[in-house]
């Protein structure tokens, strides 16, 4: 049976492969492989849904697939009902800092947000609303007090660290929904989504003493989760991209373990068990998990949490554990994923083939010779160089594919996470830090 593919869908999923990022819909015409990691993210989802947590580690080379299975797990937990934030980290978006990084990350995060039908972020009001109309619904069935509703449905977010200031902000939202305020509600939105940077203008605004600082986002992590689940969705997943930032983008010691030290906060909370309702997924690249030197590895405390288990080797699979290696791709998944590709660029329709089997056949060897037999470990160079193949024979008829094979060398891309950035927080001296040459003169 053929999927149709819409034409929103197919112009999503070619532009996004076209520039080698991941497509945020569509994602299910051109899954391949990975059965066994897909399986222990939904064990997750489910351990999720009935009250736990857990946090996950999807490790693999530059252009193994990391971002593509985290916005598969997005659209699993969505399929789920749960609410999903996603973000990546950069040097200005971070998960510890002093100068509003990490509240950066935060407040991409909530922006991202996605729950329901809104799938493409944005869904921060709407979860609101939800949540709104739900307890109002239940008040008028009860012939109840709406405002007394609503101030016992938040007290159990209370006991969260800042849960008062949260439920008054909530609160400030409903007035400023009932009155018809755009500016209170779009005031309550700003704070949610932690975009003041002093007190004094949250509280001249909303009335609260607190704001989303640097310091506490994964605090505010907890009590989002917590909130999620009182308006009747199964839990919060947080997804969290270009790891690899913290460990080979960040020239400054100190920033790297401080940033490290939140990483360690939150695995001891999943693995302990001490939150209710939440899902961390972390992706980077090897040297992000294993690199002695400036990697989790070199950090003692989150090495031993995160070493593989030394009994799964030979091939053998474990992923019980936070971290799942994604690993290569083989030959025959490729040729799948080179045929969905096809099948998509021709809209579902098989007489639009631009290429036959033995082009695709020949395309993967081409790879092989090109790129090297690495090119199985990272896909995503081949999938954009397919991509281009059938562009350039599309917009020119006739143009004979092996010819047009054989004059082409692709080349790999570049590992931007790899590409080093000075850091300016606690900078520390020229002759002190660990990544840098002393200047001398003979």
Same mark, same amino acid.
């Given at each position: ?48 849904? +009935?009250? /736990? ?12 697939? +990391? ?12 399929? &789920? ?20 990084? %990490? ?7 909530? &922006?991202?947000?996605?729950?329901? %039908? +809104?799938? #493409? ?58 009155? /018809? ?23 001249? #605004?909303? /009335? ?13 992590? &907890? ?47 999943? =693995? ?8 961390? $997924? ?13 990697? $989790? %590895? ?9 070493? #593989? ?5 030979? /091939? ?76 350039? =024979? ?49």
């Amino acid at each position: 049976m053929t999927i149709a593919i819409r034409p929103r869908e197919r112009e999503a999923i070619l532009q996004s492969l076209r520039a080698g990022v991941v497509p945020r819909i569509g994602l299910q015409h051109i899954q391949v492989g990975r059965k066994d990691e897909i399986y222990a993210i939904l064990n997750d989802l489910d351990s999720i849904a +009935k009250g /736990g947590t857990t946090v996950r580690f999807i490790i693999g080379r530059y252009g193994s697939g +990391k971002s593509f299975f985290l916005n598969l797990a997005r659209v699993l937990g969505l399929e &789920k009902k749960f609410v999903v934030v996603q973000a990546d980290i950069s040097p200005e978006r971070r998960l510890h800092a002093s100068g509003g990084q %990490a509240r950066s990350l935060y407040s991409e995060l909530m &922006k991202n947000m996605s729950a329901g %039908a +809104k799938r #493409d972020g944005g869904a921060l009001p709407g979860l609101v609303e939800k949540w709104v109309s739900d307890v109002e619904f239940n008040t008028r069935q009860t012939n109840g007090d709406l405002d007394q509703a609503i101030y016992t449905s938040l007290k159990p977010l209370q006991d969260y660290v800042s849960g008062y200031d949260f439920a008054t902000v909530i609160t400030k939202y409903v007035e400023g929904f009932e009155k /018809g305020d755009d500016a209170l509600m779009t005031a309550a939105l700003r704070w949610m989504r932690a975009e003041y940077a002093t007190k004094m203008e949250a509280r001249q #605004d909303l /009335g609260v003493r607190s704001i989303i600082g640097d310091q506490d986002i994964y605090d505010y992590l &907890k009590l989002m989760a917590a909130f999620v689940r009182l308006a009747g969705y199964s839990g919060l997943l947080v997804n969290i991209d270009e790891m690899g930032v913290l460990s080979h983008r960040l020239n400054n010691t100190p920033a790297r373990n401080a940033n490290y030290e939140v990483i360690l906060h939150i695995v001891n909370d999943c =693995l302990q068990g001490s939150v209710m309702g939440l899902g961390i $997924i972390f992706a980077g690249i090897d040297d992000f998990m294993d690199d002695r030197r400036r990697g $989790i %590895a070199s950090y003692e405390a989150l090495r031993r949490r995160l070493a #593989d288990n030394a009994f799964a080797v030979g /091939g053998l699979k474990d992923h019980s554990g936070p971290v799942i290696r994604l690993q290569n791709l083989t030959p025959e998944d490729l040729y799948v994923l080179l045929l969905n590709i096809r099948h998509v660029y021709a809209a579902g329709d098989t007489s639009r083939y631009l290429v036959p089997d033995e082009a695709i056949n020949a395309y993967i060897q081409h790879c092989a010779r090109t790129l090297g037999a690495e090119f199985y470990q990272t896909p995503g160079d081949a999938v954009k160089g397919f991509v281009g193949f059938l562009s350039v =024979l599309e917009q020119n008829p006739g143009t004979n594919w092996q010819k047009l094979l054989g004059g082409i060398n692709l080349q790999p891309s570049i590992n931007p996470e790899s590409l080093p950035v000075s850091d300016n927080e606690n900078q520390e001296p020229p002759n002190g830090g660990e990544d840098e040459l002393a200047t001398f003169q003979l």
